[in-house]
């Protein structure tokens, strides 16, 4: 699926991508859902993320978070108080720290709990999009709080783009366990 472009192709993508998501980890087995991730035997799995999720709710948890930046980063900035996107000291060159610091937060969080949590922002982040025009979305520089990009491509990221790597991650999980 090409990166969305227009208002209407962000809200389908991120439909489709959290459709799929939910497919896969309702069809998952048991098995597939106790086993922790290990994903040490593929070399070309270098990321730090593939360290760093040991399962389902890892994953879900990141995805809930990273929808919380994107609220709390457009909620500070349509209110007038100019917030990065990254909370500080964190920046785009140690937003991987970041991630470790969330998983950190949520080890004690249950899986039950991390699926309602990653549903309810979705509804969010879909109600912050509809809120804006495609034109606030997808101009670049129209908020000078996006630099040089659009609101639309955060979204992209923190929404459709990432369920497809949540998509991935599992994909990858569920071919190691049924191997």
Known sequence: MARPTTK????EATNTNFEKLWQLIDSMT??????EFDFSSDLKKKEAHWRRDKNLRDVLIHLYEWHQLLLNWVESNMAGNKAPFLPEPYNWKT???????LWKKHQNTQLEDAKEMLKASHKDVLELVG???????FTKKLFDWTGTTTLGSYCVSAMSS???WALKKLRA????VSS
């Open 162 to 164: 990432h369920y497809d």
């Open 173 to 176: 999980h569920f071919k190691n």
């Open 30 to 35: 048991e098995e597939a859902l106790n086993t």
């Open 131 to 137: 809120d804006f025009s495609n034109k606030e979305l």
């Open 95 to 101: 937003y991987g720290d970041m991630n470790v610091e």
């Open 8 to 11: 209407k192709e962000l809200i």
